[in-house]
């Protein structure tokens, strides 16, 4: 079995930091893409940025120049450095990643999610 497990989450002032972990494991052969997305009271789940095994990033427009998304490959492991932190960006956030187990079948896994609540 294959399983995604998050850390890091918390509460915190506007303005300060928090880094997020997210941790593959399991029969893993291989892992493409690996996100993070995230989902406020009321609203839908979106992206927040991701990362492919190549290293090529993405981030939502809402998040460019606060947040860095990064990766261990060797550790299968995601982080998510987040600066300058708003209370709109209060919310429970879900790492995913596109991964290929030994069996070679391909699947997109999530965590089970970690608040983040932004005071003001």
């Known amino acids: 079995q294959v399983q995604l497990v998050e850390s890091g989450g918390g509460l915190v002032q506007a303005g300060g930091s928090l880094r997020l972990s997210c941790a593959a494991s399991g029969s893993i052969y291989s892992i493409n893409v690996m996100g993070w997305y995230r989902q406020a009271p009321g609203k839908q789940r979106e992206l927040v940025g991701d990362i492919t095994s190549g290293g090529r990033i993405n981030y939502a427009d809402s998040v460019k120049g606060r947040f860095t998304i990064s990766r261990d490959n060797a550790k299968n492991t995601v982080f998510l450095q987040m600066n300058s932190l708003k209370s709109e960006d209060t919310a429970v956030y879900y790492c995913?990643?596109?991964?290929?187990?030994?069996?070679?079948?391909?699947?997109?896994?999530w965590g089970q999610g970690t608040q983040v609540t932004v005071s003001s």
């Open positions: 995913n990643a596109q991964i290929t187990a030994i069996t070679r079948y391909t699947v997109l896994y």
